[in-house]
Nanobody
């Protein structure tokens, strides 16, 4: 059974930090590009960061560059999102996504809520 389970969300003040984790099971984790998406209130889901299968390259949305860092551990089958200097506009539900380009297979987690507010 395929599962992606996010954790680490919560309430944080502006300028604070959070570290999200997404633990995978039920598929070959190292075969998949891993993405973090964010859905802000009233907005569509949008990608904030992704990382290659080997973890040697990452891409970021302009809005989070230099503040967020994505990483992965293929042994522990986990992807992380370190979020620093958080802003109120970072508020939203963060989803973990596994993507295999060769056949278009996608898996999604259920999301974890991040609220940035004073």
């Amino acid at each position: 059974q395929v599962q992606l389970v996010e954790s680490g969300g919560g309430l944080v003040q502006p300028g604070g930090s959070l570290r999200l984790s997404c633990e995978a099971s039920g598929f070959t984790f190292s075969w998949y590009i891993m993405n973090w998406y964010r859905q802000a209130p009233g907005k569509e889901r949008a990608m904030v960061a992704n990382i290659t299968r080997a973890g040697d390259s990452a891409n970021y949305a302009d809005s989070v560059k230099d503040r967020f860092t994505i990483s992965r551990d293929n042994v522990k089958k986990t992807v992380f999102l370190q979020m620093n200097s958080l802003k109120p506009e970072d508020t939203g539900v963060y989803y973990c996504n596994a993507e295999r380009l060769v056949n278009g297979v996608n898996y999604w987690g259920k999301g974890t809520l991040v609220t940035v507010s004073s």
